[in-house]
C-alpha cells in the first residue's frame, strides 16, 4: 500500500490529497528516509509523522483495506511516539488559551472603548504626557 494512502486510511489526514502533499514537503519518513507519495509500506516499518509540530512515531502492524473507522486504527497501528513529543502537545493548547478565544475576531467599538478608557484612566501613561 502507497505511504500516502495508509495515512489517509489511519486517519492521520482528512483527505489523501493532504496526505501527499505531506509526504511531498518531507513531513513523512519511513524507517528514517524521506520518501516519495508513490512509496509502499510493510508491516513492521517505522513511519515518521510531522503533524501540528509534533513527531509522531508509527509502527505499522497490518495493511487495512480501505478508510478505517477511529476505533479500528489500534488494529493496524502502534503508537511509539515518546512521551515529551506527546507533552508538547499540552503545552500547545495551553499556549493557545492564552490568546484570545478562536472566533471572537477583532476587537469590537465596546473593547476598543474599554481599552481607552484603561489608557485614559491609567497614571502611567498620564504621567508621560504631562512630561
Keep these: 500500500m502507497r505511504i500516502d ?14 496526505a501527499t502533499t505531506a509526504v511531498k514537503k518531507g ?5 528514517d528516509t524521506i520518501v516519495k507519495p ?3 509500506v510493510y508491516p513492521m516499518d517505522i513511519i515518521n509523522v510531522r503533524k501540528n509540530q509534533i513527531n509522531y512515531v508509527l509502527q505499522i502492524l497490518d495493511l487495512p483495506e480501505s478508510r478505517l473507522g477511529a476505533k479500528l486504527v489500534d488494529i493496524y497501528r502502534k503508537d511509539i511516539t515518546p512521551k515529551e ?7 500547545l493548547k495551553f499556549s493557545k488559551d ?3 478565544k478562536k472566533g471572537s475576531g477583532r476587537p469590537t467599538k465596546k473593547d476598543r472603548r474599554d481599552i481607552e478608557d484603561v489608557y485614559d484612566n491609567d497614571s502611567f501613561f498620564r504621567a508621560d504626557s504631562e512630561e
Design 85 to 91: 513529543n506527546l507533552e508538547k502537545l499540552d503545552l
Design 98 to 100: 492564552y490568546y484570545r
Design 5 to 18: 494512502k495508509y495515512l489517509w486510511c489511519t486517519r492521520y489526514f482528512k483527505t489523501r490529497s493532504i
Design 38 to 40: 508513490s512509496r509502499n
Design 27 to 31: 513531513q513523512i519518513k519511513v524507517n
